[in-house]
């Protein structure tokens, strides 16, 4: 994610907590595809209280290093310095399921792909391929959900 975060335009969720996910390098042999990239770009978990969770992330993160970035009504980051990867989103309806983790994309094609075709595969769908100019002038996102319910994204800052 570049400049503006996701928690800045965010709306309150509607679900609750589940997991926690490590964002991680993954190396072009690894890949195999002639990538190098980041695999996470960020992870969102729905909280049913802001103040309980930011309490919580900041003295258990913060040992790890990780400070937080943003706090607003709806939603907090944390991350180490410069970089926010944990988004905590506040729920205020009923409680749903899911996580959201958002994949970074090497380029905007891919992220088009990755729309189609997790939608032929059985994915809902969560936001069509495009720039989200409230989270950045260059965040180029698309947005499915999986069998689960857990709000997949596929992003590119480019
Ligand atoms: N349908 C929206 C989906 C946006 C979305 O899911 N954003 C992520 C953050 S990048 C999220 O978890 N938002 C929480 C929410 O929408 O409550 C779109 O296409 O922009």
New binding site residues.
């Given amino acids: 994610m570049d400049g503006a975060r ?2 800045l335009r ?5 679900g609750g907590p589940v997991s926690f996910v490590f964002a991680g390098l993954v190396s072009k042999s690894a890949l195999g595809n002639g990538w190098n990239q980041t695999v996470y770009d ?1 992870i ?1 978990l729905k909280v049913k209280s802001l103040e309980a969770s930011v309490r919580f992330y900041r003295a258990a993160l913060g040992v790890l290093g990780h400070v937080l970035h943003s706090q607003d009504e709806a939603s907090a980051s944390f991350g180490p310095p410069g970089e926010p990867g944990l ?1 905590l ?1 506040l729920v205020t309806g009923s409680v749903g399921p899911g996580i ?1 983790v ?1 994949f970074r994309a090497p380029e905007r094609s891919a992220v088009d792909r990755f729309h189609k075709v997790g939608l032929d595969a059985g994915g809902q769908e ?3 391929p495009g720039v ?1 100019a409230d ?1 950045g002038a260059h965040y180029y ?3 499915l959900i999986d069998p689960d319910g857990n ?1 997949v ?1 596929a ?1 590119c800052l480019r």
């Fill in positions: 996701p928690g965010l709306r309150a969720a509607a960020h969102g988004w989103y959201h958002a969560h936001g069509s989200r989270y996102a698309a947005f709000n994204e992003v």
